[in-house]
């Protein structure tokens, strides 16, 4: 999560925050209704990035193992391998697991939820999670 002090940094250098520019290539790839090339993803970005950056952060995201890719014309087409709840699922347990006191860390999450994201977590704990999609609901749940 971006912090006011990197939206200033941001600001000041004219430089992305660390990991920004990956995001928001994932953001755009979730959004879309099938694979992308690097062009296509390079226009659904703000801004006027460069071909080649684009292409290299493709690149970087597939080395990461976070996207597939199939060749189209002379290049390729990526996609995520994981839809975007997972993705951010993924990265909230490795966030948890790498923290020294793991109750306090829930805690203080818990505490920090809106109300309604309260009830919801709630119910997904109690088993009575019915009310949400299928395709939502906690794996061995559906």
Known sequence: MAGQGDEEAH???????????????????????????????????????????VLTILSRLYDKGMLARHREGRGYAYEPVRDEASHTAQRMHS?????SDREAV????????????EHL??????????????????????
């Open 11 to 53: 600001e000041a250098s004219g430089r992305r925050a660390r990991g920004e520019l990956e995001s928001d290539v994932l953001a755009a790839l979730w959004a879309a209704n099938g694979p992308l090339t690097a062009r296509d993803v390079q226009g659904r970005l703000p801004g006027d990035l460069a071909y080649t950056t």
């Open 95 to 99: 966030l948890l697991k790498g923290g």
């Open 106 to 117: 829930l805690a203080r999450f818990v505490s920090e939820l809106s109300e309604q994201d």
């Open 121 to 142: 977590l709630h119910q997904i704990l109690s088993g009575h999670d019915d009310t949400l999609p299928e395709s939502k609901r906690p794996r061995g749940k559906r």
